[in-house]
């Protein structure tokens, strides 16, 4: 395996301010590792183990433990077939977990899952200070805006469809190309949105619109998926593909593949991995940026 062409690179340095003027800042010298905590009924990954308030809080401090550097909320189920859940049930699931975490001092920040703009005002001014959308602001284009107006970054993913229809027959000419193409258009909304170059992160979506083999291609060929001069996420944590890979492995036992394939991402050029389990594939993390490193 050869190491990616070199491309320019984003600022190796994040700083913004959270709502009550907290500093923030991401350091991109390392791999850094985004922990998934999940308050909803069915997730695909947990089934609903992180609920309620006091199961997803003690699941972040698990993932505190173990070294996360970003936390990423998320009160709405986006697997294959789920249905829109309404702003209000959305924010009644993530409020009282926001909160409590927000008000510790040795919290990392944390990453809203959502694509409603509603929702995101209101995460940030409780403490949130990262906007995560599946929906890369075509869904409600004023999360841009948010975004925007309060200086945050915000991860724009692809996805070909919508959750509940995105796995029914998805088709690509040259999924690399498209993808790549998809993520340079709406780096370049969100830029016109007013949000800076230095604060957009970019997330290929494996598994949202995406069979199998298009997610190894893109996988594959990461470097060439990623638009240069912007910061890089990869989210396949769990995902159904690695599951058919091992054979049918269920959600909850796909850790050690996820953090094979993270080791594989962080060398084609990713640089936040998003996971459900931190420890592994933090090591696997680890391991890659030392053979990138090394002379």
């Known amino acids: 395996m050869t190491a990616p062409s070199p491309q320019p690179k984003a600022d190796r340095l994040m700083t913004w301010a959270t709502f009550d003027g907290t500093p923030r800042r991401l350091v991109f010298d390392r791999p850094l590792v985004m922990a998934i905590i999940n308050i909803t009924p069915d997730s ?37 077939g789920s249905l829109p859940t309404p702003a209000d049930e959305e924010w009644r699931r993530l409020e009282p977990v926001l909160t409590s975490l927000a008000q510790r001092p040795d919290c990392p920040p944390i990453s809203v899952d959502t694509n409603k703009a509603e929702i995101a005002e209101k995460a940030i001014q409780a403490g949130a200070s990262i906007i995560n959308d599946i929906w890369a602001g075509r869904h409600d284009p004023e999360i841009l805006r948010v975004a925007a107006r309060h200086g945050v970054p915000i991860i724009l993913m692809h996805m070909l469809g919508d959750p509940r229809t995105m796995q029914q027959n998805p088709r690509y000419d040259d999924v690399v190309r498209e993808v790549r193409e998809f993520l340079e258009e709406r780096a370049q909304a969100a830029m016109r949105a007013g949000i800076d170059r230095s604060r957009i992160i970019l997330d290929p979506g494996l598994g949202f619109g995406k069979l199998a083999e298009h997610n190894l291609s893109l996988l594959k060929n990461l470097e060439r998926v990623f638009p240069a001069g912007f910061h890089s996420l990869m989210a396949l944590s769990r995902k159904a593909f690695l599951g058919h890979i091992l054979g049918g492995a269920p959600a909850d036992q796909r850790d050690q593949a996820t953090a094979a394939a993270n080791a594989l991402a962080i060398f084609k050029g990713a640089e936040i991995i998003r996971v459900h389990s931190v420890k592994p594939s933090k090591e696997a993390a680890l391991v890659a940026a030392a053979v990138l490193a090394a002379a």
Not at 55 to 79: K, V, W
């Open 44 to 80: 695909f990954s947990d089934g609903g183990r992180f609920f309620s308030p006091e199961a997803a809080l003690s699941q972040a401090q698990r993932h505190l433990d173990e070294g996360a550097d970003i936390l990423d909320l998320g009160g709405e189920t986006t697997r294959p």
